[in-house]
């Protein structure tokens, strides 16, 4: 199902070139970080993060989504890997688990047994449970190397 | 003390009790598997993850999902005899589930497109092939909803003595777990049919879309100690009101 080889935890420079011309190279460390004020609402991000985990690049299973905020204004919102993450606290099999390396949340399909929990459980609204596939559908900061940030044109979301 | 053994002649380590197929695909081989899940018991129902175990000079075929490992096994994931005895389950499988997609495509990776067997006669559950992670995912959630009903040719997965059951908080994760996609649940806007019982909707207090189960929101509340209001709105709502809140911030 997933592209993406990041939900495990690798070096960075293990990672399969993403196909596609990133518009510029992002470090290795994060945090990741969202500049609203720079965003025009282009959407790039979402369609690099929907290839980054899928095939057919669907928009569905992006995990970053660009929402209007008044006339040329627009805000990124994708998961915040909170501390005591809420999604981590209900889930009742352990399926989403810490990535040491990159600080990222990362679902677990070997343990996940799809009862939507933690979808309803984030008070961000930042988890989304892909009714087709009956799997939540997370940001995994792509093992340390983030489509979004890589691919946005106005450096709008930053990989520091 | 770990467990030190080999995985096709590479060296790999395990915590004592843990289970073939886990260590192995955590240190990335693959072995196909249709009913094993690392969060539930492992029954070796599909009889698919079949891999070769030495020890010593002994040699055996073995489900890998129920085998807790052992020091200085030496393991092989793939090899004509292996396959072969793959190829003959798939056979089997697929007589039970003949039109299930999953079994089709792992079935024909083993050049089996069509069974010898079957059809078989009594099925409930079109393509149910009584693996029965459904039952164990219920049980490790803490429903015990399912069960096996029956014996012998009449077994199948059911609500227990196939009667409504008040256990049941129409979670989902049945049909999210089972390999062959099975068992039918269809959503409405109000509510959700599963088993034979129709369950209703918390809808979301800004837009009205259904949020979640209400005999699964109390059940989450009650074991997690959760606000009453915690499920009140929906995951879009909810990323609405934070891109307004981080709005409001920045402007
Ligand atoms: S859907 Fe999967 S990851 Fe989410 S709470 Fe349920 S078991 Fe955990
Ligand atoms: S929907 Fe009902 S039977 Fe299925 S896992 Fe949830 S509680 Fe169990
Ligand atoms: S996964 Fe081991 S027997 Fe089914």
Not at chain 1, 83 to 94: G, K
Not at chain 2, 28 to 54: D, K, N, Q, T
Not at chain 2, 172 to 194: E, F, N, Q
Request: charged share 20%; with cysteine; proline share 7%.
């Amino acid at each position: 199902m997933s592209a993406n080889p990041a939900s495990k935890s690798q070096p960075v420079s293990a990672l399969p070139p993403l196909s596609g011309k990133p518009m510029r190279q992002v470090g290795s460390t994060g945090p990741l970080v969202l500049l609203p004020n720079r965003c025009t609402g282009c959407r790039t991000c979402e369609l690099a993060c929907a290839f980054a985990h899928s095939e057919d690049g669907n928009l569905g299973l992006s995990r970053i989504r660009i929402h209007p905020a008044g006339p040329d204004r627009y805000v990124q919102v994708t998961c915040l890997q909170c501390v005591n993450a809420a999604c981590v606290q209900v889930c009742p099999t352990q399926a989403l688990v810490r990535n040491a390396d990159t600080g990222a949340i990362c679902h677990d399909e070997n343990r996940c047994v799809g009862c939507g929990l933690c979808e309803t459980a984030c008070p961000f609204g930042h988890m989304h449970f892909a009714v087709e596939m009956r799997k939540p559908v997370k940001c995994d900061l792509c093992g340390g190397r983030p489509a979004c940030a890589m691919f946005c044109p106005h450096e709008a979301l930053e990989w520091r | 003390m770990p467990i030190r053994f080999k995985i096709n002649d590479v060296a790999v380590e395990a915590k004592p009790g843990e289970g073939l197929l886990d260590v192995a695909r955590r240190n990335g081989f693959s072995i196909p598997s249709l009913c094993h899940l690392e969060s539930v018991p492992a029954i070796g129902a599909c009889r698919i993850c079949l891999v070769e175990v030495r020890r010593g000079r002994r040699s055996k075929l073995t489900t890998s999902c129920n085998y807790e490992v052992l020091d200085g096994i030496e393991v092989s994931t793939d090899s004509p005899e292996i396959r072969r005895h793959r190829a003959m389950n798939l056979e089997l499988l697929l007589a039970r589930a003949p039109s299930s997609e999953a079994i089709r495509k792992l079935a024909a990776q083993y050049g089996v497109s069509q069974p010898r067997f079957g059809p078989i006669k009594y099925n409930p559950l079109p393509n149910c092939i009584l693996c029965e992670l459904c039952v164990r995912a219920c049980t490790e959630l803490g429903h015990h909803a399912l069960t096996t009903v029956g014996r012998g040719d009449r077994k199948r997965i059911g609500l227990p003595f196939n009667k409504p059951a008040d256990t049941c908080v129409g979670c989902g994760a049945c049909a999210s777990v089972c390999p062959t996609h099975c068992i039918p649940m269809t959503d409405t806007l109000t509510k959700r049919a599963i088993w034979g019982q129709k369950h209703d909707f918390v809808r979301c207090s800004e837009c009205g879309a259904p949020v979640i189960t209400k005999k699964h929101r109390d059940h989450a509340i009650a074991t997690k100690g959760l606000p009453e209001d915690y499920y009140d709105v929906c995951q879009s709502c909810k990323q609405i009101a934070t891109s307004q809140r981080f709005a409001a911030i920045v402007w």
